[in-house]
């Protein structure tokens, strides 16, 4: 029996199938954790596939390799040095699980396979994976281990088991992906455990930005008493070190180890933003991302943090004036680029939607063609920076926000043709407060320059139009904070909307049915729109959906 155990949480960024490079990865974390005189390094859930891995799970040859590289690492560990405990999935009895394989001395010392499926399955696990049984604690050099496994760090069954089993530590494995509080919800979650069990806990969360996701890492430790005895960082990896005795009564506390403050409120959500670009663009091989600067703020919040995310050098900025464009809208386009020190150019789209206008001039005539020609004139704008961004190798950025995907705009229309939305789950409110957040600060791990980035009057003018109703839609809306509050309850992400609910909303029946046809009208476009990172905490993604075509028009 040891007094004394050093654990070292290896918070890691994998890419989901470079199973080769994840395995060198875990390698090379175990290294560093051997320098630090570390005996035990615990690598997230799923760390040697990269998290979510999908369909991949359903292609033999994928497995196969997953396989290949667990042996590599237990045979790693015959060195002499730390022992390894990785998530990765395992094939157990003719079905697919998800584990946690526990490497010492040259062999696989234990496996144990998660055995909560998530009450909100966003990355699709529970299709994919079997459940497991309910475990005992591994024993690693004279300590008893309970391991949780993603969602059994919410399930009370499961420490309970462990606790009861002998467990003497707690160590939890995850791959949770980033929502606003939800970092916070985690480690309530684990102080609950905690003060059940009696025991103290570690926790690991995977960081990085794949697809639609965006996991947070902000890895933990707790001291049996619910105190926080170790944090990592958010938005970065990070191997977290902690030194652990033996007390009074055979309990375990932490005596060493550090503790880094997580982001919160707007700067987690504008690193979440900038991690899941960042990560979109660089795990792809792209060279780049192009920009359109419309002279509005969105477009300026996107530019900015593409030049946090990859630095000015890596970001192509564009304008693409049509001729209802605004001479200021173009002005502060180019100053938001010389602020922000990326390349700039101008694309005039004069010439395409003027041989439209004549082509079409004898079928709009006597017709109301305005909504068509907005459409038409987004659609050349998207042609345009898709041309560009395919002859460049870069990602053309949506500069769409939340609110314009779920009622319909010409910004939704033009991001048909783009490959990253990168505030597509940013309602408009959200967007201008991300925006003077960032004149305010310099992000951790930004690239781009300190200060102001969007000028003060771009600001106000884009307030000045979400403000006003009617102005940011040709039909009467809500100004932005209203219409945001109404679209949460619409799309089920608050308390649905009935009759009774409406004048909570300072809204009436017709202005909420208005909304309501607006959002199942873009339904279809919806669908098409680019992927971009989550960053609510809704129980499918970050857009509703409804049938394309339905009979309801009226919900209040």
């Known amino acids: ?56 799970l359903r292609t033999s040859a994928f497995l196969t390799q997953v396989d290949q590289a667990l042996r590599d690492l237990a045979a790693d560990t015959a060195d002499g040095g730390p022992a390894l405990l990785v998530g990765a999935p395992w094939r157990e009895q003719g079905q697919l699980t998800n584990a946690a394989l ?97 025991l103290p806990l570690l926790h690991v969360n995977l960081v990085g930005g794949q697809d639609s996701w965006v996991f947070d890492g902000a890895s933990f430790a707790l001291e049996a008493d619910g105190r926080l005895a170790a944090h990592a960082p958010s938005f970065a990896e990070h191997l977290l070190l902690t030194r652990w005795e033996r007390g009074a009564n055979d309990g375990w506390f932490c005596h060493e180890a550090e503790t880094l403050p997580p982001l919160d409120g707007l700067a987690a959500v504008y690193g979440a933003l900038v991690l899941g670009l960042r990560d979109h663009v660089n795990k792809g091989h792209a060279p780049g991302a192009l920009v359109d600067l419309a002279g509005d703020a969105a477009s300026a919040l996107v530019a900015a943090i593409a030049v946090d995310a990859l630095g000015a050098d890596r970001v192509h900025a564009v304008t693409t004036p049509a001729p209802d464009s605004a001479p200021e809208e173009l002005a502060d386009a180019a100053e938001i680029a010389a602020l922000l020190g990326c390349r700039f150019d101008t694309l005039p ?101 300190a200060g102001r980035v969007v000028p003060e009057r771009v600001l106000a003018r884009s307030e000045a139009i979400r403000a006003t109703p009617g102005v940011n839609d040709r039909d009467r809306l809500p100004p932005a904070d209203a219409l945001d509050a109404l679209l949460d309850r619409l799309t089920g992400e608050k308390p649905s909307v009935g009759a009774d609910s409406v004048p909570s909303l300072g809204q009436d029946a017709d202005m909420v049915n208005r909304v309501w046809r607006l959002m199942q009208a873009t339904e279809a476009m919806r669908r098409q729109s680019p992927p971009g990172p989550r960053i609510t905490q809704r129980t499918a993604g970050h857009a509703p959906r409804f049938p394309l075509h339905n009979g309801v028009t009226t919900i209040a």
Not at 8 to 29: E, S, Y
Not at 156 to 181: C, H, M, Q, Y
Not at 355 to 361: E, G, I, Q, R, W
């Open 1 to 56: 029996m040891t007094d004394r155990l050093s654990i070292a949480l290896a918070q890691m960024n994998p890419t989901v199938g470079a199973v080769t490079a994840n395995r060198d990865r875990i390698r090379a974390a175990r290294a560093e954790a051997a320098a630090r005189g570390a005996d035990l390094l615990v690598c997230p859930e799923l760390a040697l596939s990269g998290c979510p891995p999908q369909d991949l």
């Open 349 to 449: 789209i004069q010439p395409i939607t003027r041989a439209f206008d004549s082509l079409l001039a004898p079928v709009f005539s006597g017709r109301d063609a305005e909504d068509a020609t907005d459409t038409l004139h987004a659609r050349t704008r998207g042609v345009t920076l898709t041309a560009l961004a395919e002859t460049i190798g870069a990602v053309a950025l949506s500069t769409l926000t939340k609110t314009d995907r779920l009622i319909g705009s010409p910004a939704l229309v033009k991001s048909l043709f783009g490959g990253y939305a990168v505030l597509a789950d940013a309602p408009q409110s959200m967007a201008l407060a991300l925006a003077r957040w960032r004149n305010a600060h310099s992000p951790a791990d930004g690239r781009g320059p």
């Open 102 to 198: 526990l490497f010492d001395q040259g062999a696989i010392a234990a496996v144990r396979l998660r055995v909560s499926a998530p009450d909100h399955d966003d990355l699709d696990e529970s299709r994919l994976f079997a459940a497991g049984p309910l475990p005992g604690p591994v024993n690693l050099r004279g300590v008893r281990l309970g391991l949780l496994l993603g969602q059994d760090l919410r399930n009370p069954e499961v420490s309970e088991t462990l606790s009861e089993s002998g467990a003497e530590i707690l160590v939890a494995l995850n791959a949770a992906p980033f929502a606003i509080d939800a970092a916070d919800e985690r480690q309530q979650a684990a102080i609950a455990r905690v003060i059940e069990s009696g």
